[in-house]
């Protein structure tokens, strides 16, 4: 995740860009830059439920107890947004996933407005699953 900007940096980003195609353009190209899931990892137990585009998360805990995130997903402007939950989540523990409220850094990002109600369901799908996931690490 080293390609991608921090909570700040992602938030001058958004800030910049003029209109809604902007933001959209911002957050497929963050979308690339997120490391490729491995093939093996495509499969059911990391599929997330309630996405109309195809998600995959892994979460897992690392020696230190920071959740390392990974994901992909069958459209661009959904890994996208992986991309940004990644980037939110960035450098915590279970402990800090489960009492850091995510949906305002949305609002600063004057993000949630401007997607369709699939797209915004899709992405609380994902918080859930990450949270649910980080939590049975705990």
């Known amino acids: 995740m080293a390609l991608l900007p921090d909570k ?9 860009c003029a209109n809604q ?7 497929i190209e963050l979308g690339q830059r997120l490391p490729p899931l491995d093939d093996h990892q495509h499969t059911p137990a990391h599929l997330i439920q309630g996405c109309q585009s195809q998600v ?3 979460v897992n805990r690392g020696d230190d107890g920071i959740i390392q995130l990974r994901g992909d997903s069958d459209a661009a402007l959904v890994k996208g947004l992986i991309a940004v ?3 939110l989540y ?12 995510i ?3 949305f609002e600063k990002l004057q993000l949630t407005q401007h997607l369709t109600p699939s797209r915004t369901q899709g992405l609380e799908a994902m918080i859930r699953a990450i949270r649910t996931k980080a939590a049975n690490l705990s």
């Open 21 to 27: 195609e902007e933001k959209y353009l911002y957050i």
């Open 90 to 101: 960035r450098q915590m523990t279970a402990a800090d996933i489960q009492a850091f409220d």
């Open 85 to 87: 939950v990644f980037i």
């Open 56 to 58: 995959w998360i892994t």
């Open 103 to 105: 949906r305002p850094w």
């Open 8 to 16: 700040d940096k992602l938030v001058r980003n958004f800030a910049r």
